[in-house]
């Protein structure tokens, strides 16, 4: 799996190659590097958004550098988890519109891979990650920021966060965001927030799929904190396969699902 994101990855010029203990540099967006973080902490590496100015709001520029950062963190034989958080009142507010391609797309063709290629390739990149991609949300969560927390394996919300897909609101189709989560979440439920472009609540957003646990406001971080030491705290290959299964597993019919976690988890245990 990592052979093929390393390669989407250099495929795609708009990414940064990025080499370990070596800091990326961007040759066109000099804010690159203090509006998205990494640090490797231990066996984890932190991902931090810090544009609360801009209410953590990301250009297509930024999401084709966070999903690079997200594909050499997961291919790091040393990490066991990925953390993303934000700075701020909000966790995202989603696509910075100031951020588009300076020369508008002339056909279906060229807006496809100027403006859903990167959107779609952090999708790709979460969902390829050999570990597991922790997300902690906090105020509001909107468009491709509703999409982003719930593409995360494990989505921790505060209680008082907000999620939503306003994109009709401009008679944008939300499909890119409903890509993402369109594996976990309620068909009723998504449809609500299409077509009524409403917020829903941190609680509401567990219950339709887009959150895995949601705790006090004041406890989200020490929460987030516990989930990701109950995770370094695992073997990486255990981590790894739980993810593969979690991830193909939905797609296959019973009797195959089943033949393919036993296989799965004799590998393992072999391997011991």
């Known amino acids: 799996m990592c052979s093929a994101l390393m390669q989407m990855r250099f495929q795609n010029s708009s990414i940064p190659v990025l080499l370990k203990n070596t800091p990326p540099k961007m040759q066109r967006e000099t804010d690159m590097e203090d509006a998205l973080k990494l640090e490797?902490?231990?066996?984890?590496?932190?991902l931090t958004i810090d544009r609360p100015e801009k209410g953590n709001m990301l250009t297509l520029e930024m999401l084709d550098y966070l999903s690079a950062l997200i594909i050499d963190a997961g291919c790091d034989p040393d990490i066991k988890a990925i953390s993303l958080t934000s700075i701020g009142d909000n966790f995202c507010l989603g696509r910075d519109p100031d951020g588009a391609p300076e020369t508008a797309p002339k056909n279906a063709v060229e807006m496809r891979e100027a403006l859903t290629a990167p959107i779609l390739g952090f999708y790709d990149a979460v969902r390829g990650a050999e570990i597991p991609v922790v997300a902690t949300v906090q105020g509001q969560a909107a468009g491709f920021g509703c999409a982003a927390a719930a593409v995360c394996d494990v989505t921790i919300a505060a209680d008082d966060a907000r999620f939503s897909l306003p994109e009709m609101k401009h008679n944008l189709p939300p499909t890119a965001a409903i890509s993402a989560h369109i594996d976990r979440s309620m068909h009723k439920s998504v449809a609500w927030m299409v077509y009524s472009t409403d917020e829903i609540d941190a609680r509401t957003a567990r219950d339709a799929g887009f959150v895995s646990h949601?705790?006090?406001?004041?406890?989200?971080?020490?929460r987030a904190e516990d989930v990701l030491a109950t995770i370094t705290s695992r073997n990486r290959t255990s981590l790894e396969t739980c993810k593969t299964y979690l991830s193909n597993a939905r797609l296959m019919e019973t009797p195959q699902a089943s033949d393919y976690a036993a296989n799965l988890l004799a590998l393992v245990m072999s391997s011991k």
């Open 40 to 46: 490797q902490d231990g066996e984890i590496a932190r």
């Open 214 to 222: 949601v705790v006090p406001a004041g406890e989200l971080y020490d």
